[in-house]
């Protein structure tokens, strides 16, 4: 099977690292029992890429009339991603003829924006990093995203969430083309869970506060000091030197949510650190975090975070861990 990997401008270079890892180890269990390597790996580029990290592999350009059974866009770099797709807009039309030509395209992490770019997903299922998902809604509406899944399939174009949920996508694929048992067998090389659902826990909340308006960052502010007070925006306003309804419409353009719902990110993100770092009950977690009611902040928090507060705490919480010197 022809493979290539998309050799963005940006790119991540632990993203492209993992996957030659993990088809270079399929290729390894091919040869141990005899036979000739599965995957025939190349990594394509436009010219404008630096190649001494990948000495030893095959390289080509877009311009050979080379076609590919599968595609690989890696995650990019942290940064800009339109500045990053503007910058590898090369690789559009591109993908648009292999795609046509019968190629199987999966990206990995924020690679999806390269392939949103491309409308291939347009009125298609897709992923991304979870603290992407916002900005991919934003830019591409035509995908039907799906922020918490860990990978999508839909019509030959596949996609992955974030960081190690890209080894989920690249286990999905090798039990496509090689089986089960070799899929397993990767997993294990790898100590890759093969069972994980969604990745909505491990979203964080940073929300933006270099958009310019003065006063939607001093109602930023008031929440983040005050956000286990107060509760409607009335509350939140005092003090602000604005009408109700134009601070709702200035902070939702500069932010992109209303200030309630800020406020409810903000409470759920404080009852996920206290969580993570302290031994608090449940109870006193709700509290500090602004709630006053047991079963509406588990209602709620298990809506925004995929999971209840017990089961984020026993997987997140790290009391349980031995102090240094017990370590080998």
């Given amino acids: 099977m022809n493979l290539g990997i998309v050799l963005t401008r940006e790119h991540r270079l632990l993203s492209v690292a993992a996957i ?13 029992e005899g036979h000739s390597p599965f995957f025939t790996i190349e990594l394509v580029h436009t010219g404008n890429v630096e190649l001494t990290a990948f000495s030893g592999y095959v390289s080509k350009s877009i311009a050979s009339i080379d076609d590919y059974h599968l ?29 046509q030509n019968g190629a199987t395209i999966a990206s990995f992490c924020t690679g999806t924006f390269l392939l949103g770019a491309s409308g291939l997903l347009d009125n298609r299922s897709a992923t991304t990093h979870i603290d992407a998902a916002d900005v991919f809604a934003n830019t591409f509406p035509k995908v039907k995203l799906q922020a918490d899944a860990v990978i999508t399939q839909d019509d030959g174009l596949c996609t992955s ?12 694929l090798i039990e496509i083309y ?21 990745q909505g826990y491990f979203r964080s909340f940073y929300p933006p506060e270099d958009h310019g308006d003065d006063l ?38 500069a932010t992109g949510i209303t200030p309630i719902e800020y406020l ?4 759920i993100e404080a ?10 009950s449940i109870l006193q977690v709700m509290i500090e975090s602004g709630y006053n009611d047991l079963k509406n902040f588990r209602s709620l928090f298990k809506r925004n975070v995929g999971m209840t507060p017990k089961a984020y705490r026993e997987k997140f919480n790290g009391s349980h861990v031995l102090p240094a010197r017990y370590m080998p």
């Fill in 20 to 32: 030659l890892d993990v088809f270079e180890t399929v290729n390894r269990f091919y040869k141990e």
């Fill in 71 to 99: 595609l690989l866009i890696p995650a990019f770099k942290p940064g800009p991603l339109s500045q990053f797709v503007a910058n590898n807009h090369y690789f559009i039309p591109w993908l648009r003829q292999q795609y």
């Fill in 161 to 172: 969430g974030g960081a190690t949920n890209s080894f989920h996508l690249m286990l999905k």
């Fill in 178 to 198: 090689c089986g089960r048992k070799l899929a397993v067998r990767t997993a294990k090389v790898f100590s890759i869970d093969l069972n994980r659902q969604q």
């Fill in 216 to 253: 939607v960052k001093l109602t930023q502010q008031k929440i983040k000091e005050q956000f286990s007070k107060v509760n409607t925006v009335e509350e939140i306003i005092t003090d602000i030197p604005s009408s109700r309804r134009n601070l709702v419409r200035r902070f939702k353009h």
């Fill in 264 to 267: 409810q990110k903000t409470r």
């Fill in 271 to 280: 009852a996920k650190e206290l969580l993570e770092q302290s031994k608090q």
